[in-house]
């Protein structure tokens, strides 16, 4: 793959994401407070595919249940695109690269091209492309190959990962866990294979390499990984990390403002013309709302009608309906 040219592309420093957290977590801009959601309807539909030029669509839940393709799905997008709308699939899953995401969707009989997909594995690699991150450091990953492969199609050298899974730590005395002291990023996002050792060699380069990042791919507490049960996300992984170093992460997945002003940059779209279609209130939703763009809940994947409509939630999205594919469907009524 040829090396991205991102000479002039979006720049955001570790203060400037800190200071979208409290506590740790992702809040609200004030765009979802005092907002009303209303149920997609015929004519909401047709106002949809008449103003919005690019549809942002997550995956996981919105696309598919693990790998089992939600229903409705291929002919949406089939007919979207007919419409001549642009589609770009942005995902918080990091386990995959951009390549391996396209590979899947080819599985599941779905066109999708490499350059419409953003996954946060991508968005992390990208965010230490674009400040600047020294080549001769290396990156320590929790998490799985698509983390890896996207370092290294940027340049950089990542360790750690599903390897590192196989190991373990016998605690006895006199015992000194020895890691790489020219790891100068940590990279915490979804995965199967984290164990202690993991977590204590993320602990020492965090604590003892002088301006190690610490870097989240997203904080997802949960995610659809399979078609029948929701698993813990990378939000569980990250904690993990956090409450050894005592230190909050830079965020660059959804609902991150580097990973949208990195899309818009690509993609140069109008925001105006922009819907966000995603599963979660916390990531998706929020993730278009601070953009300023329209939003749809669909409840096909983790958020419920009664969470959305519980007086605790202050994110609104501008719609709700059951599946992806109702766009479509109700637009021709």
């Not at 391996?100 to 997909?117: C, H, M, P, W």
């Not at 992390?124 to 320590?140: E, G, H, V």
């Amino acid at each position: 793959m040829a090396e991205e040219k991102l000479e002039n592309g979006p720049k955001i420093t570790e203060p400037e994401v800190a200071a979208a957290t409290e506590d740790g977590k992702i809040i609200d801009s004030g765009a979802g407070k005092g907002s009303t959601h209303r149920e997609l309807t015929s004519d909401g539909a047709a106002d949809l595919i008449r103003s919005i030029d690019a549809f942002l669509l997550d995956c996981d839940g919105v696309i598919w249940k693990g790998d089992k393709l939600i229903d409705g799905v291929p002919e949406a997008l089939r007919a979207l695109r007919s419409m001549g709308k642009r589609l770009v699939f942005v995902t918080n899953n990091s386990t995959k690269s951009r390549r391996q995401y396209a590979r899947k969707f080819t599985s599941l009989g779905l066109d999708v091209n490499e350059d419409e997909i953003f996954s946060s594995s991508f968005a992390s690699a990208m965010f230490l492309k674009l400040n600047n991150f020294p080549p001769d450091k290396k990156i320590y990953v929790i998490g799985e190959e698509g983390i890896l492969e996207e370092l290294e199609l940027a340049g950089f050298t990542g360790i750690g990962g599903p390897e590192d899974g196989k190991k373990t730590i016998q605690l006895k005395s006199n015992l000194l866990f020895e890691h790489d002291k020219n790891v100068g990023a940590v990279i915490v996002g979804l995965d199967q294979y984290i164990n202690y050792y993991k977590l204590q060699y993320a602990t020492l380069c965090i604590r003892e390499n002088p301006g190690c990042l610490f870097i989240a791919t997203n904080r997802d507490a949960v995610g659809h990984l399979t078609d029948l049960q929701e698993w813990p996300g990378a939000g569980c992984m990250v904690a993990a990390v956090c409450g050894a170093v005592q230190k909050e992460p830079v965020v660059v997945g959804k609902p991150s403002t580097f990973l949208m002003d990195f899309l818009l940059e690509r993609h140069q779209i109008d925001v105006s013309k922009m819907c966000m279609v995603g599963d979660r209130l916390d990531t998706d939703i929020l993730f278009g709302k601070n953009a300023g763009c329209r939003t749809l809940l669909v409840l096909s994947g983790v958020t419920t009608l009664s969470e959305l409509n519980d007086s605790s939630n202050s994110i609104c999205p501008d719609y709700y309906t059951n599946n992806f594919s109702d766009i479509v469907l109700l637009s021709r009524k």
